[in-house]
């Protein structure tokens, strides 16, 4: 069973930085995409960045620049996920939610493995 658990959220005010953490636990394939996505009251989620198994990654364009994805090194199956977040603005206030699977899956219908959520409120 694959566990995901987000943590480093929190409140900043604009200009700041945070640094979003995902402990991921139980992922036993070779490949994946992994990534973050975050959803603000009343929008839809949204993907953030994601970050593949042979080192490959993508950005929102609404984060590029500012955003860092990143892992520690796997072990066995045990995966640590973060992103750094600087620049921060009111407009990236959401629940952030790290996600792990498949490429193949990931891209089409969407991950399959979630975790429970961080909230991130920045302040102007």
């Known amino acids: 069973q694959v566990q995901l658990q987000e943590s480093g959220g929190g409140s900043v005010q604009a200009g700041g930085s945070l640094t979003l953490s995902c402990a991921i636990s139980?992922?036993?394939?070779?490949?994946?995409?992994m990534g973050w996505f975050r959803q603000a009251p009343g929008k839809a989620r949204e993907g953030v960045a994601t970050?593949?198994?042979?080192?490959?990654?993508?950005?929102?364009d609404s984060v590029k620049g500012r955003f860092s994805i990143s892992q520690a090194n796997a072990k066995n199956t045990l995966y640590r996920l973060y992103l750094q977040m600087n620049s921060l603005k009111p407009e990236d206030s959401a629940i952030y939610y790290c996600?792990?699977?498949?490429?193949?899956?990931?891209?089409?219908?969407?991950?399959?493995?979630w975790g429970q959520g961080t909230q991130v409120t920045v302040s102007s």
């Open positions: 970050l593949d198994s042979d080192g490959g990654t993508v950005y929102a």
């Open positions: 139980g992922y036993t394939a070779s490949s994946y995409c």
């Open positions: 996600a792990i699977d498949l490429c193949l899956r990931y891209d089409s219908a969407g991950p399959r493995n």
